[in-house]
Each structure stands twice: as C-alpha cells, then as structure tokens.
T-cell receptor, first 113, second 116 residues
Framework: GDSVTQMEGPVTLSEEAFLTINCTYT??????LFWYVQYPGEGLQLLLK?????DKGSNKGFEATYRKETTSFHLEKGSVQVSDSAVYFC????????????FGTGTRLQVTL | GAGVSQSPRYKVTKRGQDVALRCDPI?????LYWYRQALGQGPEFLTY????????KSGLPNDRFSAERPEGSISTLTIQRTEQRDSAMYRC??????????????FGSGTRLTVV
C-alpha cells in the first residue's frame, strides 16, 4: 500500500538558517504530493503541492520538487523565521480514487532567535 | 460557512460511552473526509462521502465506528462503547469537487477526544 516516510524531528534551527525536511514515498503510479503545516494551536493547512513529476510546489518561501526517480518530495526553505515553527506533514493522494491522503508522521520544526 | 467547523473542540468521555462528533464542511463542498490523528502521528484516513453517499469506509477501525451525512452537508462520526485507544484528534476535511483531491483539502480544527 501507499506510504510516506519523513525525517524524524524535532529539527531545531536558528533564524535565517536553511531548512530541509526529507520526504520519500511508496505508491502505485504517480500520486499527487503535498506538504501540510500545523501551527501551534491550529488545524492542518495546505502549504504546497505538486501533481506530476518534476513539478515544483512553492508557497511562503517554501519549495518542494516532485522527484519521480528518487520518489522524494523534500521540503526546503532558504531562510527560516521564528514564525515557521510548526509541525510539517508530507502526504500523497492515492492514484485510484484520488480521494485518500496518506500522511507521514510529521516533523516538528523549532526556530530560535 | 467560511471554513470547516468541527464540534465539540474537546470531548472527554468515560470508557463505554457513545460519542458523536460533528463536522460542518465549507458551504457547497461536495466531498467530506474524516481522519484520525494519534499523538505524534500523522492523520489516518477513516472514511469519506461524496454528497450523502459514503464512498469508502475502509479506514474505520471496527464496527464501533460509523459515519453519516444524510443531507449531503453536515456529517456525524459516531463511536460506540468508547475505549481508551479511541483517544485521538479527529479531523474533518472537505473539498469542492468529488474525487479531485489533487487541489488539497481544507481541514477543520479537529475534535480532541479523550476516553478516561
């Protein structure tokens, strides 16, 4: 079945540092891929997405590229801010019904001054 | 409404009691999804609806769990004879087009269920 593996956290960075959160997946076919973010005390929000190989999703300075050859969708940001502190979830959409999301376990990011 | 609304926000119940969790999707959204998220884990799919029809309930853990969406809008997830292992955050999401989750869902804030 479909699965998503993300790097374990917590990840602690100083403000303005470069961020990478690794995500790899196992799925049949070519699923759509997503990053969701959960800020403290809030619900899950869609951060970015990519629907086909080599697509780059981007939002709020975050980027992730759909790499078919390595089945990866790593999240990157060039310069993190304290306000980016949150839990980040990588997810894929099943290629059958295009309705079920499979999530990774989440990576907590803490950014300090 | 403006967003996906879930109620109650927090629910504490005694083991063996039944609970009903409510989800009010974004107005006009035809697809509605339920997920469960244990502490420290990612959300796991439970079930989803297109309009009032339940399309897939393969993620419901056992027959104590059921869901309905009788008028194609508000949905209720019911857990009968609750057990401590049912304690989790229950999340609801909706999307505007059926089977087109490629746009991403809009999630509600969730209901934190604690069974004591």
């Amino acid at each position: 079945g479909d699965s998503v593996t993300q790097m374990e956290g917590p990840v602690t960075l100083s403000e303005e540092a470069f961020l990478t959160i690794n995500c790899t997946y196992t799925a049949t076919g070519y699923p759509s891929l997503f990053w969701y973010v959960q800020y403290p005390g809030e619900g899950l929000q869609l951060l970015l997405k990519a629907t086909k190989a080599d697509d780059k999703g981007s939002n709020k300075g975050f980027e992730a590229t759909y790499r078919k050859e390595t089945t990866s969708f790593h999240l990157e940001k060039g310069s993190v801010q304290v306000s980016d502190s949150a839990v980040y979830f990588c997810a894929l959409l099943d290629t059958g019904t295009a309705s079920k999301l499979t999530f990774g376990t989440g990576t907590r990011l803490q950014v300090t001054l | 409404g403006a967003g996906v609304s879930q109620s109650p926000r927090y629910k504490v119940t005694k083991r063996g009691q039944d609970v009903a969790l409510r989800c009010d999707p974004i107005s006009g959204h035809v697809s509605l999804y339920w997920y469960r998220q244990a502490l420290g884990q990612g959300p796991e799919f439970l079930t989803y609806f297109n309009y009032e029809a339940q399309q897939d309930k393969s993620g419901l853990p056992n027959d104590r769990f059921s869901a309905e969406r009788p008028e194609g809008s508000i949905s209720t997830l019911t857990i009968q004879r609750t057990e401590q292992r049912d304690s989790a955050m229950y999340r609801c999401a909706s999307s505007s087009v059926p089977n087109r989750g490629s746009g991403g869902y809009t999630f509600g804030s969730g209901t934190r269920l604690t069974v004591v």
